[in-house]
């Protein structure tokens, strides 16, 4: 397994913080990379607070899962979703005549908690952005 840092250094994320992390999805389980809290918190640190947001579309006829695509997922208290959504308005800029958001907000509980007794009720915020297709 590859160190968060050889990961970085491979796409030169040291000399360009703001450099998008573009891992190659048909890798073996030998070349998959796993960060450090420590690696993590100094590479969140570093990143430019005002870089723009470079999130892919799903394309208009997509079929099945979009797991793996660019998305959002938050799950917690509504007030948690709530306060964190207040922080991330620049998505609402994904809603334009070439691209459309897709969002879900749902009550959710756990299957396996379930299976313990935790009946405990959280929630559940989804985000992707997809292309417009003919006559959207």
Avoid: C
């Avoid at 840092?5 to 703001?18: K, L, T």
């Avoid at 306060?83 to 994904?94: D, G, H, I, P, Y």
């Amino acid at each position: 397994m590859k160190k968060f840092h050889e990961f970085v250094a491979d796409r030169q994320m040291q000399s360009n913080p703001d450099q998008a992390l573009n891992p190659i999805q048909t890798k073996s389980e030998k070349d998959f990379w796993k960060a450090t809290k420590p690696e993590i918190l100094e590479f969140w640190k570093k990143l430019r607070s005002d870089s723009p947001i470079l999130m892919k579309p799903i394309e208009y006829n997509h079929k099945g899962s979009t797991y793996g695509e660019d998305g959002i997922r938050i799950t917690g208290s509504p007030q948690f979703i709530q306060s964190v959504l207040a922080r991330l308005k620049e998505f609402l800029n994904f809603e334009s005549p070439q691209t459309k958001l897709s969002v879900s907000y749902r009550e959710t509980q756990s299957p396996s908690a379930s299976q313990f007794g935790n009946t405990k009720t959280s929630y559940v915020f989804y985000l992707q952005t997809k292309k417009r297709g003919e006559g959207a």
